[in-house]
């Protein structure tokens, strides 16, 4: 048995435990926010969410520079790699879990119209409480190497989708909006999908370019706000 190997990969898994407590834990904090009454964010709050914001960034560069100096010193064997690989993909995915959380606390003090934020945040809210369930049933099923856990995540991102699409018709026909704001919210809204794929494009777009430099140059250029030349 290579000890060091193993204790290299294990040492990976511990980042990867305490990175996707912090994640979930960022995610508990956006509940509270949307099932808080306003749009108004606490400066406590929202300090806390840069803080948590700060850790999962440092943890993906850690994590990261672990898994290569896993592959390059100890060389595991395949199902270890597949393991550390598995572990890179979804540090990657977590990372971006939080900057959306993020994404969303910065759009909520924005909103004006509180009447409409009101009315929607139940459904918000409900959107938001079967997503954490599924961020929370994928990590499960790397932790307890419980395949039937990541199955169900898969299956339920399209029931999830089209349940939350039904909530906001129903909410929106439901409401006491005259026919044309009930036709322009329903326009907001399919716009916004719109774009919001179109952002993700862009991002992953991003990344690849990110990795391309990493793979040229050795430079890390994630959570860097300045790029040189």
């Not at 099932?35 to 850790?55: H, P, Q, V």
């Not at 939080?98 to 009447?115: H, S, T, W």
């Not at 997503?131 to 991102?157: C, G, H, P, Q």
């Amino acid at each position: 048995m290579n000890v060091q190997k193993e204790n290299a990969i294990q040492n990976i898994r511990i980042l990867f435990d305490d990175m996707s407590k912090v994640v979930l834990q960022q995610l508990e904090l956006l509940e509270k926010i949307i099932n808080g009454s306003g749009t108004t964010i606490s400066a406590d709050l929202l300090e806390e969410l840069n803080g948590n914001e700060e850790r999962i960034d440092r943890f993906e560069v850690q994590i990261t520079e672990e898994i290569i100096d896993t592959i390059v010193l100890q060389k595991p064997v395949a199902s270890d790699l597949r393991e550390v690989m598995a572990v890179y993909q979804m540090v990657s995915n977590l990372e971006r879990v939080g900057d959306l959380v993020m994404n969303i606390a910065r759009f909520i003090p924005k909103i004006q119209d509180i009447e409409i934020y009101t009315k929607m945040s139940e459904v918000i809210s409900n959107m938001l409480i079967a997503s954490v369930s599924m961020v929370r049933k994928s990590i499960l099923s790397f932790a307890l190497s419980d395949k039937e856990e990541a199955i169900w995540t898969i299956k339920n991102d399209v029931v999830v989708d089209e349940m939350n699409h039904k909530l906001i018709k129903k909410v929106i026909l439901k409401s006491n909006f005259p026919e044309e704001t009930q036709h322009l919210l329903f326009t907001f809204i399919h716009l916004n999908s719109i774009i919001s794929n179109i952002e993700r494009i862009a991002d992953h777009a991003t990344n690849i370019a990110e990795a391309s430099i990493y793979a040229l140059e050795g430079k890390d250029l994630r959570h860097q706000k300045d790029i040189e030349n």
